[in-house]
């Protein structure tokens, strides 16, 4: 016997009221995006974003911390961006649909997919907010210059944001970077928050965020989690941050900054697994929680 969340439509939260799932009344938008062209140990990403979304439908919807239901907010999930042939081609593709669904004035949600998606719709938003910079979450730098012959590569883009863009960023919790990255990253608008200097220190999350701009697109590589908490992701490395520290860091972040877009990258599924699927959906649910926390009517009041 199939259960109740089974026959829920396939958005994300499994949302059935028009109300609050339609794109006219919707304040945030779900983009996925199936694509891992340039993948480089396990794959799998292609899948990340439909596993995510079909997690998110077992969500309870009612946020304890926030006493109150994000979702009322309006997600509306958009179709399935399918894959270019080429990594320039998705490029360019990402860049313009990102282009059209930032001009909307709604508040976009990637979910990966691989980590190059990000650059492309940075840029889109670069276009639109003024005084903006970038916040990642990841255990890898990426900032090679080009990586399996294309400057295109997940491994290559925050080079692609903060040189090419010349958009200023903070990168948090790294743990893992060429010799490549390390001779160049003092010469880039970029600070790094090592992961070893930051894990179970949640003193550092003031430093890292009083370094941001006003406005802030947020992009979370899931493997800058803890691989304990995430296994399922293309590169795992150990040491990562934990759960109630990554909230922690996020609901500071989005207290004290204008978070204006966000995607969330690497997640692949592994058969029956869904523990990591389910993280996901619900790190991206309690960051919209924080993000629009002005906006949430109380369930208990």
């Keep these: 016997m199939a259960s109740e969340s089974a026959h829920l439509p396939m958005n994300f939260g499994g949302l059935s009221e028009e109300a609050f799932s339609s794109q006219p009344r919707a304040r945030v938008l779900v983009w996925p995006v199936s694509y891992e062209g340039t993948v480089s140990y396990g794959a799998g990403t292609a899948r990340g974003a439909e596993a995510i979304i079909d997690a998110s439908r077992n969500m309870e919807l009612y946020d304890e911390e926030l006493d109150a239901e994000t979702y009322r907010i309006g997600i509306h999930t958009l179709p399935i961006f399918p894959p270019a042939p080429s990594p320039a081609e998705m490029n360019q593709k990402l860049y313009e649909e990102a282009r059209r669904l930032v001009s909307t004035g709604k508040f976009l949600v990637t979910l990966g997919g691989e980590h ?4 492309p719709i940075v840029r889109a938003h ?12 990841d255990a890898h730098a990426d900032l090679r210059a080009t990586y399996d012959d294309t400057p295109y590569s997940h491994a290559c883009v925050m080079r692609r944001i903060v040189e090419d863009l010349r958009i200023p960023a903070v990168q948090f919790g790294i743990r893992s970077m060429s010799a490549e990255e390390a001779r160049v ?6 600070r790094i928050f090592w992961a070893k200097d930051v894990v179970g220190r949640p003193q550092s999350w003031n430093e890292a965020i009083s370094l941001l701009t006003e406005n802030v697109y947020l992009t979370i590589d899931i493997d800058g989690l803890d691989p304990s908490l ?29 978070i204006v877009g966000m995607d969330l990258v690497e997640y692949a599924p592994a058969g029956e697994h869904h523990a990591s699927a389910f993280l996901c959906a619900k790190l991206v649910y309690k960051t919209l929680g924080y993000i629009f926390a002005d906006s949430l009517e109380r369930v208990s009041i």
Excluded at 185 to 190: F, G, N
Excluded at 238 to 254: D, N
């Design 116 to 119: 190059s998606i990000t650059a």
């Design 230 to 258: 995430v296994p399922h992701t293309g590169t795992p490395e150990p040491g990562g941050l934990g759960w109630y520290e990554t909230l922690g860091l996020l609901r500071a972040l989005a207290g004290r900054r204008r």
């Design 126 to 137: 670069a276009e639109r907010y003024a005084n903006f910079s970038v916040f990642q979450i």
């Design 185 to 190: 990253k003092d010469r880039l608008p970029t």
